[in-house]
């Protein structure tokens, strides 16, 4: 039970925006690539998966790679548990532990304890911390923010900021949008 299962990544999404954005038919790409149509509508619907020789073809119809549209494909459905860290005791030090596995759009860090509270982050995509137990003090933007329990704090791309707990045993979660992911927006300061 709770077992992380990788699936193959779904190609279905990328194949129908290369399609479009060449602005080509079903009709067409199955003419240049030899495959048929309603195969072409399961792959775009991801109700098929195309073997390594079909996804070549279906890469040269769409004057691509398979390498790119594979890197351009949504990653397969997935589930995974992250079970919590069973300590005897709580101890003074601060330890963080990654709540997700493997390479996803979104990362999620629980910081327990202080923090280094000296440290500045500036990330490149955006985040948002939770404080789950305790309170802490973040300085972002030239602005002190005092969060306790259950408060939220989104920051966007390129904020530069700092925080500390100001509590025993506190409890922040940062969930943050991957740093391989291009979410940023130019931003004109």
């Known amino acids: 039970m709770g077992d992380h299962k990788e699936q193959p990544p779904r190609v279905g999404a990328a194949v129908r925006r290369r399609r479009r954005a060449l602005d080509l038919t079903l009709a067409v790409v199955a003419e240049r690539s030899g495959l048929s149509v309603p195969f072409l509508s399961q792959i775009e619907n991801d109700r098929a998966r195309p073997s390594t020789s ?3 073809k279906l890469a040269d119809a769409l004057r691509t790679t398979a390498v790119e549209l594979l890197a351009a494909a949504d990653p397969a459905c997935s589930v ?3 079970r919590a860290e069973v300590t005897e005791t709580p101890g003074p030090e601060p330890r963080s532990r990654s709540l997700v596995r493997g390479h996803h759009q979104m990362h999620a860090t629980e910081f327990t304890g202080d923090h280094e509270a000296g440290r500045e982050f500036q990330y490149r995509n955006d985040q948002l911390m939770y404080v789950a137990d305790g309170a802490v003090e973040i300085e972002a933007e030239g602005r002190a923010y005092r969060l306790g329990r ?8 390129g904020v530069r900021h700092r925080w500390r707990a100001t509590v025993p045993d506190t409890r922040v979660v940062v969930v943050a949008v991957a740093e391989h992911i291009e979410a940023v927006r130019n931003r004109k300061r």
Do not use: K
């Open 150 to 157: 259950g408060d939220t704090l989104y920051l966007t791309g």
């Open 54 to 56: 079909s996804l070549e």
């Open 80 to 82: 995974d548990v992250v």
